[in-house]
Each structure stands twice: as C-alpha cells, then as structure tokens.
C-alpha cells in the first residue's frame, strides 16, 4: 500500500469557518505556526489546494465576477472590498479582525420581490460575524456605502463558529503539554501518526461558559488514510481557545488498544481490483446526445422544463433555493418557494461517558454545511452531462476562496414513470398510455468531519419537489478491549455495535432541520392540516360501520402548526393561497409529503435537546422573520439554546394569511452495523412538497412519450 | 378527436380469472353471447389480441417451453396437459368445468431447497381452483402421474375469482333488463356509448350470502377513452352470476349528471402538441453500449452482479422472487429470501352510500395482479436494455393464455451513490472517492380497472433490496351536481375532492400485503425486535441527561411479532439465523426498513376491515405453512375473512429459530386532488430489506468507480 498521507507538513485550508479540519501533529513545538504557513499559501492561490486542480473542471477563478440578482452570493470582488471596508472601519482599525463567518445579507424581501431583470440591484450587503477580544461582533457591511452601517455585539450565549486559526492554535497547545504528550508515548503511537481534531463541546452547565472551548481528540494515521477507525479512546483535552490553555485533559482509556489499520482504507488504490465480491457491472450513463434541457443564466438562475429558481452556495446552508416558481397551463410563472434550505443539522451521539457525552453535534451552526462542501467527484458524485457551480467563500483574514465545483446540477432519467394507463383489452380500447419521468437534481455533499451529507432537491415536471438526505462517510467510533461479542460479559450494555475488532459504531441520531418559505402564487399563506378521521355510519345508514373522512383546520397560530407525525391519527400538510382558488373553488396549495423518518426522545431539557429543540417537532410554521434563519440559533456553538426555532414558536405568534415559513425535521437512527465498516453504504431519507389543487388538473398530461427515434446512437469508447 | 373506441363488437379476453374486464353495452339482446365470440377468438390465436402485436418483442409462441427449475412456472404444453387429464377427470366428466385459476402448485419448499441444476424435477403439479354446481373445488392435477390428485371442495365462504364468462352473462343479464335500460334512457345515454364494469361486492353480512354475485355500474363512454371520468352515478344492479338474475337494482342518482368530457382523454394523439405547459426535454436515455450486466438463465435464473434470484410471472400475486441469494466476499451464495410476492391489495373507499360502501376492493384475490398486468410500454413503462418475460397463463376453458412482456427487468444507474467521502484537505490526505450506484430493476403494472400498480423490485449490490410501489392511473370517482365548491353547501361533508365540474374523487386507501419468507443462511430464522429506549443518566454520572440505547428482544411467538410501527417507540426489525455469527459475533440478519406508509383505521369489525385484517398491523411473522400464502384467505370474493394473516397469527405459534414468513402491509391514503384528473401522476412507497451483520464489512467497498474512459460514445439519432 503506498503511503499517499506522509506529509511532515500541513497545508490547512482556512475557510473562515471552516473549523472540522482534524490536523496531523506537527511536534512538540514548532516555530513556525500553521496558520502563518496557511496566510503564505491563502496569498498566493485562490483555488483551495493544488490537489484538487487536476479535476477543476470550471477554470473560472471569478476575479470578475457581477451580481446579477438580489440573492446572488457575494463575488471575489465584493470580498474583497469588503475586506477593504472592514479594514478601516474604527473599532477594528488597530488589528484586523478575526472573521468568523461573512455572507451575502439578503434584501429585504419585498426588494427582492419587487426586482425585475434589468433594474438595479437594491444596495449590496454582507453579514459579517466576527469575534474580538471576548465578544461577538454581528457586523453589517454596505457595498454600496462603502460602510459598516450596523454593528451589534451578541449578549446571549453562543459563539460563533470557529477559524481554522481558533483550531489549530488550541491544537498546538496540546502538542506542547508534556500530560499529553505523556498519553500519545503512553499508547504507543508514534508522533508522525497523530492526528487530532477539535469536535465541539456542546453545552452543558455553567462548567465551561463564559470561555470558548474546543475538546481535542485523536487518532492514530499509521497505515491507513482512515484514521476516524484508529480512535485513541478515553483521551479528551478541553482547550480555551482564546486563553491557549488546557482547562482540563482527561485520559481514562489507556487499557483501551488503538484499533487495529486492517482493512479500514477504503481509497481505491488501495483495494484488491481481483477480488470478485463485487463484480463488475458493464459501463452505464445516463446520456444526452442534445445536452442537458436546462439553462443557468446569469450565473444562478436555473431554468429546466416547467421550472425557474435560483440557486447559490452558502457558507452555512451549504446550498441555498430562491424563488422556485413553476409554469402553470396559462404560460404564467407561479410562485412556490421563496426560500429552501437546510438549516441546522444535529447529531447527539448515544454514550454518556466523560468523553463521549459532549458529541451532540450542530453541523451546520457548529462547521458550516457549505463550508465542509469538497469538490465533486465527477462522473462519480454526480452523473455526465452535470453542470458544476463554484462556492466563493472568504478567509478569516477576508481572502475569497474558491470552493471548486461544490454544486452540481444534472437531469435525471432512471427508467421510473411519470404517469401510466392500460386499458382492458376488454374495452375495445387499445390504450397503453405511459410516460417517462424525467426529473432535474441540484446536489452538495459536506463531509463535516467522518460523516458525508448528501443534500438533493429534485425537481418534477408534475411540480413536485424532493428533498432528499443521504448519508454516508465514516462511523464515529470507539475504541474497547473486546474483538468479539462472545467476549463482551454484557454486551447489550454496550452503547452500539461492534462493528470490527476492538471497534464499537456508536448509535446515533441524525436530524436536519429545513427552512421552507414557502409562497404559493405570493407571499401571504395559511397552513392547514387536513385530519383523515375515523366516522362511524349511524345504524341503518350503511352495512359499512366506518370510513375515513378528510377534516381541515386551518391553523390560526404557531401553537397549532407545532406537529407529530402519527401514523394512527393522519393528516395531510398543506400551505395554501386563501386569495387564490382554483378554477373549481378549491384552494391552491402544496402539501408536505413525509417520507421515512425518525424522533428525537431525549429529554425535553436535556442540554442538547434545549439546543436542538427543533427536533421536537417534525413540522413548525413560523411567520417569516428575516432573523429566523437558523433553526438551532445563529450562534450555536456553546450556546444555551435561548435563540432557537422552538423560541420563536412559543411566541405563539399568528400564522393564518400571512408570509410563513414550512419547517420540516427529518430524522434518522442509526444503529450501526458491520457493513458501515470501514465507510458506509449510503442511506437516505427524504420528503416531498406537492402541489395540491394547484394545477387544475394534471400538469404532466400532455407531456411526450420517448420514442425509439428520440433515443441516441451510442458505443462503447474504444479504451473501455 | 378520432373515435378510435367505436368498436361495435367486442373482442374480449378471457382469462380465466380477468374479471374486473369492463364490457361496452352490446344491445338490449344478442343471439350471440360475447363468449362464443370470446372461444372463437381464443381457439384460433394464443395471443391476447391483434391491438398489441405491434409492440410484442418476443415473438416466442411459448409452444415448445420446457420447465428448468421447480418453480418455474407452467407452460403452454404443461397447461395443455392440465386441460386434457381435467377433460377425462370423474366428476367434472359430462362438463368441462370452469377453470377459475390454474397454476404451478410449488413443491415442498425441502424439495425445492434439496433440488440441484441436473437433477429430474420434483413432480410438476397445477393447483386448479374451479366453481361448479355451486361448489368450489381445489383441486390438485400431477401432471406425473397425469391425474387429479387431489379434489377439496371448499367449506367455508369465499369464491374463486369469476371468470370473464361469469362476468359478461352478468352484464348480458342486465343489458336486457327493462329497468336497467329505462335507467339508462333516463340519463340520456346513448346505448352505443355505455359501459359496464363489475366491481366485487364485498361481504357485508347475511344478505348476499349463498350466492355469487356482482354489483354492476356503468358509464358513458361518449367521446372519451376515459370513460371513468363520466359515471352514471347511483345506478347499482346486483346480479347473481349463476341464476343469471338481477337480485336488486337500486337507481338514485337520476338527478345527477353523468360528467361532461371535457378535458378527459389523456391518449397522447388527443393532446394539443403545441402547448408549452410541459416543455419537450431533450433525449435521455440510459446507454449500456456493451448491454446490460445481467443474465436470464433457462428463462428465469436472474444473475447479475453478486445477486442471482429466480422470479416468474403469476396470475395473482403478479410477479414472484425466489431463491435470491447474495455473494458473499468468500464466494458463497448465501441465501436471503426463499419467496417474496405482493400477497393481497386491499383498496377501501371512504363513502358509506349505497353505490359507494361495497367499494373494498381485493385486488389480487378479487381480480389478480398477474391477470391484470398487461404488456409494458416499452422505452416509457421500462428503459432501454431492458428484458421482457410473458405471462403464461390459462383461460377459463383450460387453453394456454400469453400475456407478452408483462415482466421488463433492467439496470439503473440514475446518478445516485452507492458511498462516498471526502477527506479534510486540512489533513494533508487527497481523498475524494465515490461510488456509482447501480441496481437492478424487476417491473410489472398492474391495471387493476382504473388504477395502474407499479411494483419494483430492486436489488443493490450492497445486499439491500428495495420494494416500490407506484400508483397511476385513473381515480375512481362519483358524479355530483356541483360544478364548483362555492356551490355546494357543506363542502366538509363531501366523501372526496371536486376534481373537475361534476366529479368527485373519493377518499381512500391502498394497502399491499407482502410475503417475505425470509432464509437467512438458511430456512430456521429468528426475528428480533431492536427496540431504541431512552435511558436516564444517573446522578453525577454524567452532563447528559438522556440517550438512547438498542435493546434486542427476540420473539418467541406470533404475538411477539405483531407490530404497529411508533415514530415515539422506534425499533428495527431484524431476521437472522440463531446458528449463524458473523466473524465478531453479531447475529447474521437483514432488517425490514419501513418508508412512508399508512395504517387503515376502519373500525377492527367493520366486515372489510376483517376480510383485509392484514391491515391490522404493518409487520407480522407467521411460521412457513405452504398454505398460507394469500393474506386475505386463498378465496376472496365474498369472504367472511375466516382465512386470514391475522386468523393464522391468532394461533400464536412459535416462531424462534423456525422457518418464518415476514409479511410487511404497505399502505396509502389517497385524498384526491385536481392534479389526479383525469390521469395520476405517479405516486409511490417503498421498504427496504437491508443487510445488518450479515457481511462482515461494507461489501461495496471494493466498487470501482467510473472512469471517462467507460463512458459511451454516443450521438442523437438522425430522426430525432
């Protein structure tokens, strides 16, 4: 095996938020810090490392770069000058500050409602999060002033995420404590081998505010690109990342071997390519001799069949859907969804040892969904024929950086069925009607860390959109004595599955929280639930005795959009025009269609429940608030939860015939097995928005079947 | 638009258990009855009829086949066989009977298990279910010992499915009925235009017993193929099949009007192609250049990729998987499923009237999910490469019956991923690997009436096998005198949705029954419930409160295994081999992974809600008993329900460490909207069987990915 990950000295990434980077061990001590090496590399290259050029496909390096629309993402130029702005801006103007997170500050929605092709974009903004000397900086940059118009420091609990800088600072503090050190020599892993990551602490008590802390762990390298199997379990060092100080290092696991290296490489090269277990299967591709159908104008505007809405990357959301609107039979362009996103994403790990119990993640708050998005594997990732969109993202120090091919968006045709009739031949009829369902995919993949977060919004031509979460990557796992259940004395004690020697996959939940702003044809909507009710007939009235019959309640207020699924008391979802009707006097609307999923059961005030609070419920409805983002808070790491998605609803605020907003959670439990080792097989999960009564009648009716003279002409390539 | 329906005479299929054959009006009387035209027409071609022999690829008469495997299923000279010894058969001797179904009796399962490729074929034998003088028989024909070995008349309730025969002398009944026809002048319907269906009458109590029966309703087909989009609405007749009697003929609906045709056709040379609603895309296609990866051996051994399975189209469970066994990274076929078919369909319609309440349709056991599956759509109902496999089945007269390309099996590739992950550029380490995934795809639709069921099933590569159902189709709706909702009073009590002026679209539901008999490494399998339970931290013993832990409970009998899935109580459901560990020492198993699903909440004595008691629960375990094998009793039509999933499992026999049968009830609930009319766009569920312990590691880790190099090269078609 050939050791491709041998390199004595990092390369780091700085993404302002990019703070999941597990780094290798760089010594006891070393003069020349990382981050100084990553401000050398930032200067002189925008793209993110030469390893991942060989596969750029787009060579754009967006010096250039126009906004277009309202919503489009800041440019290269943009951050520039706000790097500019920021520089000599007052309070900060002695030393540059530390940029956590900077984004584009959306408009006004009305501004951007009222936008048209061709005027001028209302005044550009940044959302700016900073720390400085001990407090959060909520900063607000105007481009077009030239100035930092708003400047509010954050009383409530929370931080922002962290810089690469934050980590690897708090990284090499323990590189140089002698306790530490102690440990690694302890377990017998060599230097060169150690790497270490900064997972988040979550909160839980008074113990560790008023500090912001990482808690360091770490892994053994040695012989394998998967070092997520290799855990030095029971090792926890907690760091005050602006003091540089350990606060606490803990090590009960030293009875507890490092896992073993075999068969955990998953990397191709490292495979056995005789080994028949998983043969071959002959070359397929979804193949478009004409091209993909669709169109991106403007850099953001996606246009495909019936569809039209605007896509961009975010540092945080990771992929953010504007204005989707479908095409109705009279030509007309309706409004659907102002704004689709996923907006926290919460993983509490299901152990509550001292170095486990912290591991309740908050993806999206804590490392950035956008931010952990790496390049597309092409061909692999994502199909032929995909068209690729770049992240431009700023530095800690204000750079822009470039994401390469970070989104991509292809058609899909996978032999389903867009609709379909046969008839009896007793009819007389011969009817053998049916069409193929031709589908348009937006896709990103974050690897926050081990775990790989697939994120689809598929678009139908019968108006349907599936929002799909796939999940794959690596377990977390810990370490134990035993290399079989039959050595375990109780094993249903164990807090998962041993999944491979000495390596327990620990149960965990996965729950991604989505931002639906929905706006069906316009801004002002109501949520109904529409109640399938058991009615029993009254005597004599039927042989039936019962039937089901569909009751609506439209809700009035937040308190009664706050929904559990129940597979014994059903309902349909629906966000509904109540000023628009169709042409039979129905209300138009789109309903949310649940798919698999899953609850928390935490305790309701358990810390990382308070946080997640979102996970109460699998539907919310909230009026839209352009600061109700984040489901989780916009400050989420360390944060009490005071700032959450279940706050806002308590207000109890009213709902009917307003600008809403559609949360939806979906969950997964994972309890892992040995074919998660040593990478997972993909799972996924996913939910639907349907339109109901919108159209007035089957929007796909008319559409064409495939015939043999539309189909290409092909051959296998001559090296294949 | 071409009247392409016209048809004065009908040509009619007769299957022996097609019944739900909607029949055109034939005149007030004929000298000739349909079926003497039926029994020319079947004696001078096997094909099902000219209308489909444009798009038959196989041109195979399937007069020479020869049966390979156990199961596979009979052939045309087997069937012909059938006929002959039935013909010269003691008791039926004066008068062939009627055959109501015909099909391969299953050897014992040991026989099957013990059988090798070379060795003789245990004794091929027909089940042959026929209704006469009043009596069901069961019969049993070895076709051996080329005799009837076995002649059970059946006791309890329930009929055979009727036959085409029984159906048309029903409508021949009423056509010449005085009332029926002064009803019909009554609505002013054209006698030329009107369409009569027999839709099954239910059971539901004393006063249908004793006699098979059928509740005909009719429409007008008057310038629409989509003559269920125009319903006489309130007329029900009640006809005894074998007295060739109306029993009662109830006419209610006089005043309602029978819905206009306006925008009902869905016939694609009856749509306007130059409307833009659904834009044209361009040519998609998935392209195998090299062709597809699988293999059909002696007609039906699928292999493909690590899986091989045997599967054969039947009349009533539409298609059925055997023997699918999965390579394990040894080299071993290891045994996954022994069976698995759609068992039972039950469709209630939420609508207590008197022309609504016997809607409790039980497709497979009432009409036949095989005897319905017409042809495929080739490049629209199943891709490019795919294979097509007849139906070989048996007309009520005993003659061979060819139902072409009923069956299409295909790869897929729709640009999803089977892993991936990417590595933290921050480490130094190059990763970004990802997996294609591709699957493959057996399809049948069944056009049960109105509605079209899709049933997929998918195999991945990663051992896991995916069960879709889709629904198209056209609803089944009642006429109303309201254009508009704004007209009707008390729209809440309407039993559906205005779907378009005049029609409304029912509220129901759709449950699928599957027979799972799972062989993990062999026939004696365990099942366990892996309950996740919150469990509280002790004082101090942790900052968390609460977390989840897996609980396993194996269960010792059918009461154990009688689950209703709980979104608030979650488990996973495993299968798995008590005498098999993998290599750590975990049970070997697959799980059962519920999607989407619905429950049916009818009232527990409601009849149908007995007849279809396998809805009662969404899992169930039985022990393997050949003869239960239809989860709503092997006779249907008329049934008590004394023969049913839920009757067995009441035994509460044990079922550790046996040879059990899991039984998973998909379910939908359907409230209309306008987007069903006239035709459905697709809706669909699914579960997946699912690996868990049963490979020692991830058994994709080795997958190659696709390289430029294996792509196609491929130009559209100069036609296109």
Redesign the interface.
């Known amino acids: 095996m050939k050791k491709?990950?041998c390199?004595q000295f990092?390369?780091?990434?700085s993404v302002a938020v990019?703070i999941?980077?597990?780094?290798?061990y760089t010594g006891y001590s070393t003069s020349t810090p990382p981050w100084a090496t990553t401000k050398t590399h930032r200067n002189t290259n925008l793209r993110?490392?030469s390893?991942?050029d060989t596969?750029v496909r787009n060579s754009n390096h967006h010096f250039t770069d126009t906004p277009l629309h309202p919503l489009d993402p800041l440019t290269v130029p943009e951050i520039n000058k706000i790097r500019s702005i920021l520089s000599t801006y007052e309070p900060f103007s002695s030393s540059f500050p530390s940029i956590n997170t900077l984004s584009l500050d959306e408009p006004e929605k009305s501004q951007v409602l009222g936008w048209k092709t061709g005027d001028p974009l209302p005044n550009r903004r940044a959302s700016v999060i900073s720390f400085l000397d001990g407090k959060t900086h909520l900063l607000t940059v105007d481009l077009n002033l030239g100035a930092v118009t708003d400047d509010v420091v954050n009383v409530g609990s929370g931080y922002p995420m962290l810089t690469?800088e934050d980590m690897t600072s708090a990284l090499q503090v323990i590189y140089s404590d002698v306790e530490f050190n102690n440990s690694i020599i302890a377990r017998g892993v060599d230097f060169n081998d150690l790497?270490c990551a900064p997972p988040s602490p979550g909160w839980?008590?008074p113990d560790e505010e008023g500090k912001r802390i990482i808690k360091v762990q770490c892994f053994s390298g040695q012989n394998t690109?998967n070092f997520y199997m290799r855990p030095i379990e029971g090792l926890t060092v907690t760091v005050d990342v602006d003091k540089r100080a350990i606060v606490k290092l803990t090590d009960t696991g030293r009875k507890i071997p490092v896992p073993k290296e075999t068969?955990t490489d998953?990397?191709?090269d490292t495979?056995?390519?005789s080994?028949?277990?998983?043969?071959?299967?002959?070359?397929?591709?979804?193949?478009?001799?004409?091209?993909?159908?669709f169109t991106i104008e403007n850099g953001h505007i996606v246009k495909?069949?019936?569809w039209v809405f605007h896509i961009r990357p975010d540092i945080r959301a990771g992929m953010i859907i504007s204005q989707a609107k479908v095409?109705?039979?009279n030509?007309e362009y309706r409004s659907v969804m102002y704004k689709g996103f996923a907006s926290e994403l919460f993983v509490?790990y299901?152990?509550?040892?001292?170095s486990w119990?912290?591991k309740?993640f908050m993806d999206a708050g804590e490392y950035g969904l956008g931010a952990?998005a790496?390049?597309?594997?092409e061909?692999?990732?994502?199909?032929?024929y995909s068209y690729y969109m770049d992240g431009v993202f700023a530095t800690a120090d204000g750079q822009p950086f470039i994401q390469p091919n970070m989104i991509c968006i292809?058609?899909?045709?996978?032999?389903?069925?867009?609709?379909?009739?046969?008839?009896?031949?007793?009819?007389?009829?011969?009817?053998?009607?049916?069409?193929?369902?031709?589908t348009l995919?937006a896709r990103m993949?974050a690897?926050v860390?081990n775990y790989?977060y697939?994120f689809d919004w598929e678009f139908?031509?019968?108006?349907?959109i599936r929002i799909k979460v796939?999940l794959?990557?690596?377990l977390m796992v810990k370490a134990t004595p035993y290399?079989?259940?039959?050595?375990i004395a109780n094993a249903?004690d164990m807090?998962?599955?041993?999944?491979?020697?000495n390596v327990i996959g620990v149960?965990h939940?996965h729950y991604i929280s989505f931002h639906l702003d929905m706006d069906i044809d316009g801004a002002n909507n109501s949520f109904a639930e529409?109640n399938?009710v058991?009615e029993?007939?009254l005597p004599g009235?039927?042989?039936?005795?019962?039937?089901?019959?569909?009751?609506?309640k439209v809700a009035k207020t937040e308190d009664d959009a706050r929904i559990?699924?129940?597979?014994?008391d059903?309902s349909?979802f629906h966000v509904f025009n109540p000023a628009r009707?169709?042409?039979?006097?129905?209300p138009t609307g789109y309903k949310i269609?649940?798919?698999?999923?899953?609850?928390s059961?935490?305790?309701l005030?358990?810390?990382?429940?308070i946080r997640a609070a979102f996970t109460n419920n699998q539907i919310w409805v909230t009026p839209h608030n352009k600061s109700e983002q984040w489901a989780g808070g916009l400050l989420v790491s360390q944060s009490k939860g005071e700032n959450t998605l279940a706050v806002w609803s308590d207000r109890n605020r009213e709902i009917e015939n307003k600008d809403i907003v559609l949360w939806y959670t979906l969950g997964f439990?994972h309890?892992p097995?040995?074919?998660?080792?040593?990478?997972?097989?993909?799972v996924s999960?996913s939910f639907e928005l349907k339109?109901?009564?919108?159209?007035?009648?089957?929007?796909?009716?008319?559409?064409?079947?495939?015939?043999?003279?539309?189909?290409?002409?092909?051959?296998?390539?001559s090296?294949?």
Chains 1, 2 share one sequence.
């Open positions: 491709h990950y390199i990092l390369i780091i990434i990019f999941f980077a597990y780094t290798r993110s490392t390893i991942f596969t690469t790497i839980f008590g690109s068969n998953y990397r191709y495979q056995n390519p080994s028949d277990l998983n043969p071959e299967t002959n070359p397929m591709s979804m193949e478009q001799p004409k091209g993909p159908s495909w069949a019936n095409r109705a039979e030509g509490p299901m152990d509550p040892d001292q119990y912290f309740t952990t790496m390049s597309l594997v061909l692999n990732d994502c199909p032929r292809f058609e899909r045709y996978s032999g389903d069925i867009g609709w379909r009739h046969s008839e009896i031949p007793a009819m007389g009829l011969d009817i053998r009607e049916s069409r193929p369902k031709v995919v993949a690897s860390g790989d697939i139908q031509t019968d108006g349907l796939g794959s990557g690596m290399e079989n259940v039959y050595d249903d807090t998962g599955t041993l999944v491979s020697e149960v939940d529409v399938l058991k029993k007939t009235e039927s042989p039936r005795k019962s039937y089901l019959k569909a009751k609506r559990k699924l129940k597979l014994y059903p349909e009707r169709s042409r039979l006097g129905n269609v649940p798919g698999g999923n899953a609850a059961l935490l305790d005030d358990d810390p990382p429940q439990h309890i097995c040995q074919e998660d080792f040593p990478v997972m097989p993909m999960s339109p109901v009564n919108f159209f007035d009648r089957n929007p796909i009716l008319n559409a064409k079947p495939t015939f043999q003279k539309d189909l290409p002409v092909c051959f296998a390539a090296s294949s």
